[in-house]
């Protein structure tokens, strides 16, 4: 049975940092995408960043040059380092996993998730 465990959530104000980590257990697979998503205001999953199979990172747009993901491919596990955090984090956010070298960016593509975490950033 596969379980995703995340920790790390919290509450921040602006500009500071918070530490995100994701383990998967029992998940057999050895090339794997792993994801940090986001909910978003409009119901629809924002990939915030990601790690393919080959180890090569993704992230979105709007954390560039302020996120960082790490993998460690043997422990199955995915750390997201955020740094100068906004209001507009403020979300809960969940890590996924799904089988292959490649990171789709629908959420629908994942085949596991964690519950999720919750972030807030005040002003």
């Known amino acids: 049975q596969v379980k995703v465990v995340e920790s790390g959530g919290g509450s921040v104000q602006t500009g500071g940092s918070l530490t995100l980590s994701c383990t998967v257990f029992?998940?057999?697979?050895?090339?794997?995408?792993m994801a940090w998503f986001r909910q978003g205001s409009d119901k629809e999953r924002e990939r915030v960043a990601s790690i393919d199979g080959d180890g090569v990172a993704a992230y979105a747009d709007s954390v560039k040059g302020r996120f960082t993901a790490s993998k460690d491919k043997e422990k199955k596990t995915l750390s997201l380092q955020m740094n100068n955090l906004t209001p507009e984090g403020t979300d809960m956010y969940s890590c996924?996993?799904?089988?292959?070298?490649?990171?789709?960016?629908?959420?629908?593509?994942?085949?596991?998730w964690g519950q999720g975490v919750q972030v807030t950033v005040s002003a």
């Open positions: 029992g998940y057999t697979y050895s090339t794997y995408c």
């Open positions: 996924a996993i799904v089988i292959g070298s490649w990171c789709p960016p629908a959420a629908r593509l994942f085949s596991y």
